[in-house]
């Protein structure tokens, strides 16, 4: 199957780090992404890991990727009132087509 | 750069009546732009993927008639939502890629079917 979970909510406050976590079932990802969408918005994409890495660092954003679980991880530093969002975790098959599969979403709410 | 349009942002419309989305890609050429339905405070469902100059493939479950998608061009897409009831009213949402691994999205637009 195709499935992607996550955890419906995270609250942190500002400052602080924040860690939203995913889990999959399909071993033959090659790419798995964090996206972010805020409300009414599109999506953007924050970062990308390739199957073959464990781990990934962007500034203030920290991927790790679990492959023997199945579990991929974003961190982010010191955690802004901006940073408020939902935040996708993604896998895209190893297929022609390079579709992408979404996680259910993780509600980030930084209080001041 | 990698900035995807989408056009309108918010569209009302009578049932029965067809809606067209456009989705361009404003700074590069996409080999393959996606469609996709997001309702509210879910996740993304995949519509159909679409290259340009061939016939757009659809996710199943998804129906063909009604959501015709044309890619007339490397940086432009059409979802087209014909004959249109209260329940297609959704965010829908396109990407688009020139790499392959990357997708960048659109901004989304909400269709309210009265």
């Not at chain 1, 909510?9 to 400052?15: A, C, D, I, K, P």
């Not at chain 1, 781990?55 to 023997?68: F, I």
């Not at chain 2, 679409?50 to 015709?68: H, I, M, P, R």
């Amino acid at each position: 199957g195709e499935d992607v979970e996550q955890s419906l909510f995270l609250s942190v406050r500002e400052g602080d780090s924040s860690v939203i976590n995913c889990t999959y079932t399909d071993s033959s990802s090659t790419y798995l992404y964090w996206y972010k969408q805020e409300p009414g918005a599109g999506l953007q994409l924050l970062t990308y890991i390739f199957s073959n890495m464990d781990m990934k660092q962007d500034q203030r954003l920290t991927v790790l990727l679990n492959k023997k679980d199945k579990h991929l991880s974003l961190r982010i530093a010191d955690t802004q009132t901006g940073d408020s969002a939902i935040y996708f975790c993604a896998w895209a098959n190893s297929g022609a087509t390079n579709k992408l599969i979404f996680g259910t979403g993780t509600l980030l709410a930084v209080q001041p | 750069g990698a900035v995807v349009s989408q056009h309108p942002s918010w569209v009302i419309c009578k049932s029965g009546t067809s809606v067209k989305i456009e989705c361009r890609s404003l700074d590069f050429q996409a080999t393959t732009m996606f469609w996709y339905r997001q309702f509210p405070k879910q996740s993304l469902m995949l519509m159909a993927t679409s290259n340009e100059g061939s016939k757009a493939t659809y996710e199943q479950g998804v129906e063909k008639d009604k959501f015709l998608i044309n890619h007339a061009s490397l940086t432009l897409s059409t979802l087209t939502v014909t004959s249109a009831h209260p329940e297609d009213s959704s965010f829908y949402i396109c990407s688009a890629t020139k790499t392959g691994y990357e997708q960048y999205f659109g901004p989304g637009t909400r269709l309210t079917v009265t």
